[in-house]
């Protein structure tokens, strides 16, 4: 159980344009989903917290405008990346959180590789 | 804001040798979670704990919720290559907050 997918697993885009990351719960209803960025041999850095019909959270230093979020419904929560450059270039994992009894867990998608040309 | 030590940042160790890491903070927390993230992949959850003093295993992996709630520990025995990643804690009190990760290297 608590499966959490995301597509495409690989992205390679040109410069300025846009990306959008799918990040689904295939066995459970996530009022809240999450999105991270991973550099190189570093930490997770939370970007943004989406919760299902309300605009997501984002943390200091992360551009809404940039990084558009949307947690349409209770399984699915989408990540664009607008107007992508090179420094976009990154990992990005996103997690859904499950339980709530004894205490709510995040479970990890595998994570989407973008590469901006 | 919460914050977690994560120690040691990263360990190198033969093959066998027992591994031991651990989170500690200044704040309590209700859950502690252990995570466990393979090169190129989403991290993966090991182990949950959630009292105080409990002690669970996985396998190898064993891992103990600190009795004063502000830390937890996570031992893996008799290590293998395929052990080799990067290690993350969070603890839990309302939303998680994550450890920087500890990146194991297992040498055969």
Not at chain 2, 9 to 36: A, H, P, R
Not at chain 2, 91 to 107: E, H, N, Q, R
Request: hydrophobic residues 35%.
């Amino acid at each position: 159980g608590a499966v959490v997918s995301q597509h495409p697993s690989r992205v390679i885009c040109k410069s300025g344009t846009s990306v959008k990351i799918e990040c689904r719960s295939l066995d459970f209803q996530a009022t809240t989903m999450f999105w991270y960025r991973q550099f190189p041999k570093q930490s997770l850095m939370l970007m943004a917290t989406s919760n299902e019909g309300s605009k997501a959270t984002y943390e200091q230093g992360v551009e809404k405008d940039k990084f558009l979020i949307n947690h349409a419904s209770l399984t699915l929560s989408t990540l664009t990346v607008t107007s992508a450059h090179p420094e976009d270039s990154s990992f990005y994992i996103c997690s859904a959180e499950s339980g709530g009894v004894p205490s709510y867990e995040q479970y990890f998608g595998p994570g989407t590789r973008l590469t901006v040309t | 804001g919460q914050q977690l030590n994560q120690s040691p940042q990263s360990m190198f160790i033969q093959e066998g040798e027992d591994v031991s890491m651990n989170c500690t903070s200044s704040s309590i927390f209700n859950t502690w979670l252990w995570y466990k993230q393979d090169p190129g992949e989403g991290p993966v959850l090991l182990i949950a704990l959630y009292k105080a003093g409990e002690l669970t295993s996985n396998g190898r992996l064993t891992a103990q919720f600190g009795i004063t709630r502000k830390d937890s520990f996570l031992n893996i025995s008799a290590s293998i290559p395929s052990d080799v990643g990067i290690y993350f804690c969070a603890g839990v009190a309302g939303k998680s907050t994550f450890g920087d990760g500890t990146t194991l290297t297992v040498k055969p």
